[in-house]
């Protein structure tokens, strides 16, 4: 069956810093895998995303992430992290619900992202 | 393009009210989903469509309801709400063979 992990329930780090969100899924065959933001009373924003190819992907607000098979994991990383960047982040893995390409998309249960001066 | 929105974005119900929640996509997305948020638990599916007249069942769907009549629109109804429906329920689309789903902003359910 389909899981992901998010060990990290609350991070707190400053302004500047550098940030890792760890991510780990269990899934049968070559994961779909995802990273979505969302900020307080918004809905959920893409930050990047993983199909194959590269196990390094970037996506949008200069974070990255990076696709470790062997670790069943893909974690979250911003070399500096701004005050915007305080909010919940959620890993997802997709799996196909039909056929014609419909996908349930299995979340983390997030990790909370508090920025301090 | 507003992309996904959902209407109302609060609600608060009594035990046995019923209300029916409305997703709208402008994308012409062929793929329409909705999800509960709870806390601890992240999102978890409760219906989806794969067009225009057809529904189907996901993790969650015990209590709820759902109607894609037109192609854009994706409603969900509870008939008989009670307080463990109280909850955040986003809506979502996509297109076909993509997985990156495209959310609305919520709507925050309580039911007392």
């Known amino acids: 069956a389909q899981s992901v992990t998010q060990p990290d329930i609350h991070i707190t780090v400053s302004e500047g810093a550098s940030l890792e969100l760890r991510c780990n899924y269990s899934y049968g065959a070559t994961p779909y895998l995802f990273w979505y933001v969302q900020s307080p009373g918004q809905g959920l924003q893409l930050l990047l995303k993983y199909f194959s190819g590269d196990t390094l992907v970037q996506g949008i607000k200069g974070f990255e992430a990076e696709f470790k098979r062997s670790q069943s994991s893909f974690n979250l990383r911003k070399p500096s992290v701004h005050w915007s960047d305080a909010a919940e982040y959620f890993c997802?893995?997709?799996?196909?619900?039909?056929?014609?390409?419909?996908?349930?998309?299995?979340f983390g249960t997030g990790t909370r992202l508090t920025v301090i001066p | 393009n507003a992309g996904v929105t959902q209407t109302p974005k609060f609600r608060v119900l009594k035990t046995g009210q019923s209300m029916t929640l409305l997703c709208a996509q402008d994308m012409n997305h062929e793929y329409m989903y909705w999800y509960r948020q709870d806390p601890g638990m992240g999102l978890r599916l409760i219906h989806y469509?794969?067009?225009?007249?057809?529904?189907a069942k996901g993790e969650v769907p015990d209590g709820y309801n759902v109607s894609r009549l037109k192609k854009q629109n994706f409603l969900l109804g509870l008939e008989s709400a009670a307080p463990s429906q109280t909850s955040v329920y986003f809506c979502?689309?996509?297109?076909?063979?993509?997985?990156?789903?495209?959310f609305g902003p919520g709507t925050r359910l309580t039911v007392t």
């Open positions: 979502a689309s996509n297109k076909p063979q993509t997985y990156e789903q495209y």
């Open positions: 997802a893995v997709g799996a196909p619900l039909t056929r014609a390409g419909a996908n349930n998309l299995f």
């Open positions: 469509s794969v067009g225009e007249g057809t529904t």
